[in-house]
């Protein structure tokens, strides 16, 4: 199967703290988990730098739980998603171990990674809009809460139809917080509180109107502040729409 | 918010083993988890028999697991589905506990209230068609398997464009089972069997169009058999549509 979407490619030129310039080129495929019989997601990293095997693969997995690990579409895993990250020394520089360079070619990598991981997310099948779920609280809670939070096909929709609803983001919560917390919630919009310690606050009209413009920006933030200390994540969801229905229902393998 | 769903009531005269008759009569409404809200799911049942209050939530208890607690519209919990079972003893026939009355009346409670239920997900938000998905196995791996087959946005948008998309049920599985379990499935779709230890079936054209056909009834059955034994359970679940998108991005609570 073909699919016409956008190309998702960046690239990084890297001053290194040692004094010579390495570059990162990256590219990537993947909008939602296509088929299991096709590679879905895939990515493939080129860097000039010289760097040993054992470093880079560290580096690939931190990043890569920085980036593609914190992205969905759908909730739906794919049977071969996959990074390479390719390293062929032509810069004749080497990137040592443990040392300031290392640390700038991780963060260049971060900052790649993470850029493809998003553009993957806003062109993921039927998308109109991005949705970013930061949640701070306990060290085993905010994952499961993040990602029912992102999955969530009520707030998905919400997120298309450019709806300010909290109520779908507590209701995410509370489902995730089932028999495991409290349900002592804050949650800020766009910035702007709407929930505290689970009561929904009185918002003047004019910061309601502007809540409503803001919900129909490109990418929305959602802030949440669940019990317990220790932990944070994130996580970039698209939104819902009759596009995702069209490219889901309308196509036999 | 009111909504012009159909109407879901049904009602049962029963002949006991001892020789009066008793009726059930059952209500339910709700089609999505709506708005935290509201009451989401309510389910009125009344009875003129009279049945002690212990007996009548034991058998309530056993009933609902078989019944609500089956189906699935999009995955989301409510904070307040509920289900009243009043008896007012009109009828002057006491069901004794432990008799032959006892397991009648709890076997047309159990009609009643799966009815009600399949009701319920064929008048999902935006459903046009019910899939029935049966899973045998491990007893702790059937119930995460069935859920992510009924919950899964892609298995939800193929029964929706009547796609006999058994890729999709596979990775449903494959997701639920990552990590647990051996990866040995035998998928059937109405009754005719397309995957065998985890390998796609040569289905012939003739049997292939009329798998086509029948994936387009009102109600389709997967049936899945994965590793481990002793476990046995269903899950109804609608199908995923422009209706669900329509009634879920365009109302502002």
Chains 1, 2 share one sequence.
Do not use: W
């Amino acid at each position: 199967m073909t699919t016409d979407r956008g190309i998702k490619a960046a690239c990084l030129e890297v001053a290194l703290p040692s004094g010579p310039s390495i570059r990162l080129a990256a590219q990537a495929k993947g909008a939602g988990m296509i088929s299991p019989k096709f590679a879905t997601m895939l990515c493939f990293v080129q860097t000039d730098a010289a760097i040993d095997a054992e470093t880079l693969d560290l580096l690939a997995g931190v990043t890569v739980r920085r980036s593609f690990e914190r992205v969905s579409v759908d909730g739906q895993l794919s049977t071969n998603d996959s990074v390479f990250v390719l390293a062929n020394g032509a810069a004749n520089v080497t990137i040592e171990p443990e040392t300031p360079d290392e640390l700038a070619f991780g963060e260049a990598l971060d900052a790649l990674l993470r850029q493809l991981a998003l553009e993957m997310v806003a062109d993921g099948e039927g998308a109109e809009r991005v949705g970013r779920v930061i949640v701070r609280g306990g060290v085993e809670l905010v994952e499961p809460v993040a990602r029912a939070v992102a999955d969530s096909p009520l707030v998905k929709t919400a997120l298309h139809g450019a709806d300010p609803n909290y109520g779908r983001i507590l209701q995410a919560v509370g489902q995730a917080l089932a028999g495991r917390a409290p349900f002592v919630v804050d949650l800020s919009i766009q910035g702007q509180q709407v929930v505290s310690a689970s009561v929904a606050l009185d918002i003047e009209d004019d910061d309601f109107a502007e809540l409503e413009r803001e919900v129909a920006a490109d990418e929305v933030e959602f802030e949440l502040t669940i019990p317990g200390e220790g932990g944070e994540t994130e996580v970039f969801f698209s939104d819902f729409g009759h596009g995702y229905i069209e490219i889901n229902a309308e196509y036999t393998t």
